[in-house]
């Protein structure tokens, strides 16, 4: 499907820069549009994919290209404030050729986790297309302000947008890894993951397009509905039909029926299991999402729809939902098989209640420092006998 996406603070805006870099590399188109916004101007000028005109410095009266520190009630005021300029970025857009609005942020940040549902928010009050955010969660070792930026932040945008795609950081540190060391890594694994899933609704010409191919309607549909999603992914490596030398050709692989359909069919479904079973973007309980996407790329012969609707029936098994669809996603000259599960609508998520509960912390400790900071200053300055008086 087509998206335009907009990158908002410094995490969202690379994250979109390696979409971009996804869609040249993979020729997935998915990326109508793109922009950045950030009220901190290094940022943006560290962007490589973005257009220059696409990058949008707000907040330039209150904090002068510098950023909003953590500050996410400062992120919120200012999109809000600024909001006519990153609509002039989006007037910009092709509107009716992209099937939905897709923002990015990270949400233990400022500018991003106050910003993204403020832009959310503004975007649903325009347009009929879908409003989506992918929300990325900070790693627990960043500290109390940033969980507690993004249990609030978290809470707003699952509400302006019509779903809220989660990938967290924390679950994808290495051990004796900090996220930060890690970040290029991380946000290959979050196009990867993204990128098939988007691209599965929009196979280019010269594909051919089956009746089992996803369509973006069903990702749309899959999301509908609202809420909170995860996606699992696993991959298999395959030996691609074009690299088949004189060797391959003599011994008949180049046919079409030369795959061992069973083997097929199995090799899907395990790959579905792994998928569903593995580390999601955003790790919980599948049993109870509501809605559920199957997407199987790869090479067309390595594709069968016996596979794929048994990996679709498995998930409908493990998940209790009615409301499981699949298809494939035909790769020529890939030269691997991999699943794809959208999970929508889950709710038996250990990592949230998590989070919130340090943000809770967080937020009495902060209150706490500040009452006794207030105390403490205040002892410092007078004297004990308040025998001193200040000057005015
Ligand atoms: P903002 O510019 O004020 O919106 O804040 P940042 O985007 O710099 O940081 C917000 C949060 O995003 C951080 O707490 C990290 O958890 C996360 N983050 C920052 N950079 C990246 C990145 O490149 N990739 C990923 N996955 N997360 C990032």
């Given at each position: 499907m087509k998206l335009a996406m907009i990158g908002f603070g410094q995490a969202g805006g690379k994250i979109v820069d390696k979409f971009i870099e996804y869609d040249e590399r993979?020729?997935?188109?998915?990326?109508?549009s793109a922009i950045a916004v950030n009220t901190a101007k290094a940022d943006l000028m560290g962007?490589?994919?973005?257009p220059q005109d696409k990058r949008v410095l707000i907040g330039q009266a209150r904090v002068k290209g510098h950023?909003?520190?953590?500050?996410n009630e400062l992120g919120a005021e200012i999109a809000e404030e600024d909001i006519d300029e990153i609509q002039g970025a989006i007037d910009?857009?092709?509107?009716?050729?992209?099937?939905a609005f897709l923002i990015v942020a990270?949400?233990?940040?400022?500018t991003g986790s106050g910003g993204a549902p403020v832009l959310a928010k503004h975007l649903k009050r325009i347009y009929t297309e879908p409003v989506y955010g992918l929300g990325i969660l900070p790693g627990s070792d960043e500290g109390g302000i940033y969980t507690l930026n993004a249990a609030r932040s978290f809470q707003t945008f699952v509400r302006e947008v019509d779903n809220l795609l989660v990938f967290d950081n924390d679950a994808w540190r290495k051990t004796g890894e900090s996220v930060s060391g890690g970040y290029n890594q991380i946000n290959e694994e979050i196009v990867r993951r993204f990128g098939i899933l988007f691209g599965a609704g929009e196979v280019s010409k010269g594909q051919e397009v089956a009746e089992s191919v996803v369509d973006s309607s069903e990702i749309i549909n899959t999301l509908s509905g609202g809420g909170v999603s995860t996606v699992g992914y696993a991959s298999e490596d395959v030996e691609p039909r074009e690299s088949g030398g004189l060797l391959s050709r003599l011994r008949g692989e180049?046919?079409?029926?030369?795959?061992?359909t069973a083997h097929t069919t199995n090799r899907i479904t395990s790959l579905v299991r792994k998928a569903a079973?593995?580390?999601?973007t955003l790790p919980c309980?599948?049993?109870?999402?509501e809605r559920a996407l199957l997407v199987m790329a790869g090479p067309?012969?390595?594709?069968n729809r016996k596979g794929i609707e048994r990996g679709r029936k498995w998930i409908e098994e493990q998940t209790g939902s009615m409301e499981v669809r699949g298809g494939d996603y035909p790769v020529r000259g890939s030269d691997f098989v991999a699943g794809v599960i959208l999970l929508s609508g889950?709710?038996?998520?250990p990592r949230i209640k998590e989070l919130q509960q340090v943000a809770i912390e967080a937020q009495d400790n902060l209150d706490e420092i500040r009452e006794e900071s207030e105390e403490n200053l205040s002892s410092l300055v007078n004297d004990d006998a308040d025998e001193l008086e200040s000057l005015f």
């Open positions: 993979h020729g997935s188109e998915i990326v109508r962007l490589k994919h973005i950023g909003v520190g953590a500050d910009s857009i092709p509107v009716h050729e992209v099937d990270g949400l233990g940040g400022g180049d046919s079409d029926d030369d795959l061992d079973l593995g580390r999601l309980e599948i049993e109870g999402a067309p012969r390595y594709l889950v709710t038996n998520v």
